[in-house]
């Protein structure tokens, strides 16, 4: 039995759920969290959006199928939580995307948590113009340099849509570091 099985057998056991649990978050917690901040931005929002996705992690192990690696069913939860926060924060905030998206570049500059030099925060701002897509699998491929076929797990689409997707995130924010 592979490791990553006996850790969902042993996390939908109710004898060795806790201990697989802690395993669990010991592996992915950092991975996770990074993942979440380079959708939300922000450190307060990714430290909820992280505990979260661990709660819902703990509450619906017993619905992981295996039809994917556990990575990608874990990484897809995040992924859907990050952007359950962003669409809750335009509705409570009765903003747009965009609005909401130049709002957390803007607080991204004084976030003690961000230590980026300029050139970092223009390549935020660049990714902050994508559609919600790209910026998923630009941020994805460049930041966690996950394969494709992964992202296509997490994302449920084919390989080549997030393909074309990177190129031509990675064509915009050239085009917009260029003339910025």
């Avoid at 697989?20 to 430290?47: C, G, P, Q």
Wanted: no cysteine.
């Amino acid at each position: 039995m592979t490791d990553e099985a006996q850790l969902v057998e042993d996390l939908k056991s109710d004898k060795n759920k806790e201990q697989a649990f802690r395993t669990l978050m010991t592996l992915y917690k950092e991975r996770l969290y990074w993942h979440i901040r380079n959708i939300v931005k922000s450190h307060d929002d990714a430290d909820d959006v992280l505990q979260n996705t661990f709660i819902k992690i703990y509450s619906n192990i017993h619905n992981f199928k295996g039809d994917s690696k556990l990575f990608s069913w874990i990484y897809r939860i995040a992924t859907n939580e990050s952007i359950t926060l962003l669409n809750k924060n335009t509705k409570q905030l009765l903003i747009s995307n965009e609005e909401l998206q130049d709002s957390t570049i803007t607080n991204l500059a004084s976030d003690v948590y961000f230590d980026g030099n300029e050139m970092q925060l223009k390549l935020q701002e660049a990714i902050s113009k994508l559609p919600q897509k790209q910026q998923l699998v630009f941020n994805m491929k460049y930041f966690q340099d996950l394969k494709y076929k992964d992202i296509a797990d997490i994302l449920e689409t084919s390989e080549g849509a997030l393909k074309a997707s990177y190129h031509l995130a990675v064509k915009k924010i050239e085009a917009y570091l260029t003339k910025n």
